[in-house]
T-cell receptor, first 114, second 110 residues
Framework: NAGVTQTPKFRILKIGQSMTLQCTQDMNHNYMYWYRQDPGMGLKLIYYSVGAGITDKGEVPNGYNVSRSTTEDFPLRLELAAPSQTSVYFC?????????????FGEGSRLTVL | KQEVTQIPAALSVPEGENLVLNCSFTDSAIYNLQWFRQDPGKGLTSLLLIQSSQREQTSGRLNASLDKSSGRSTLYIAASQPGDSATYLCAVSSRGKIIFGKGTRLHILP
């Protein structure tokens, strides 16, 4: 099993550009999450999903959009990139029928907006 | 709103010492609490997961405890080694979301 796979690992964007961070998991997990981590800070929840077709906002959703058309994929969309979105983005997943599953992370995507 | 706090923010101890990292949360309605390790520039590695019905979990030199009623968890590291140097984060699963603390940056002095 590959676990949680994120692409790209690194990306530089210009202000106002758009892009999608991809996240795929092969563990048949119901729950998926997107976090951002700024230097010296913990992880802030952007969006999460409890299953295909269901998404909800986290702590810092502004400037981002998500979709969950399949169990495996949970892409994160930045429509109009801003310097404040420079961060490291982590995708995570867990088995969720009982809310007690261990959380597994991807290796992260480092995004710089200039 | 669930808030997770980790104290201290940074800690330096000589090799061989036992140490305790603290995590507190404001909403006791949690499903579980998980401790992670993060090395510089890397992703997160799960260390221990404690379900809300459990009091503690152990893995090798690591022991994590949970007191849900007081909103606290501790991570105990025995006989610390330089390889334990990393940032340690706790995360609380609560009402569908998983909320993280800011982490404790640990440095073990050889």
């Amino acid at each position: 099993n590959a676990g949680v796979t994120q692409t790209p690992k690194f990306r530089i964007l210009k202000i106002g550009q758009s892009m999608t961070l991809q996240c795929t998991q092969d563990m048949n997990h119901n729950y998926m999450y997107w976090y951002r981590q700024d230097p010296g800070m913990g992880l802030k929840l952007i969006y999460y999903s409890v299953g295909a077709g269901i998404t909800d906002k986290g702590e810092v959703p502004n400037g981002y959009n998500v979709s969950r058309s399949t169990t495996e994929d949970f892409p994160l969309r930045l429509e109009l990139a801003a310097p404040s979105q420079t961060s490291v983005y982590f995708c995570a997943s867990r088995h969720g029928t009982s809310n007690v599953g261990e959380l597994f992370f991807g290796e992260g995507s480092r995004l710089t907006v200039l | 709103k669930q808030e997770v706090t980790q104290i201290p923010a940074a800690l330096s101890v000589p090799e061989g010492e036992n140490l305790v990292l603290n995590c507190s949360f404001t909403d006791s309605a949690i499903y579980n609490l998980q401790w992670f390790r993060q090395d510089p520039g890397k992703g997160l590695t799960s260390l221990l997961l404690i379900q809300s019905s459990q009091r503690e979990q152990t893995s090798g030199r690591l022991n994590a405890s949970l007191d849900k009623s007081s909103g606290r968890s501790t991570l105990y590291i025995a006989a610390s080694q330089p390889g334990d140097s990393a940032t340690y984060l706790c995360a609380v699963s609560s009402r569908g979301k998983i909320i993280f603390g800011k982490g404790t940056r640990l440095h073990i002095l050889p």
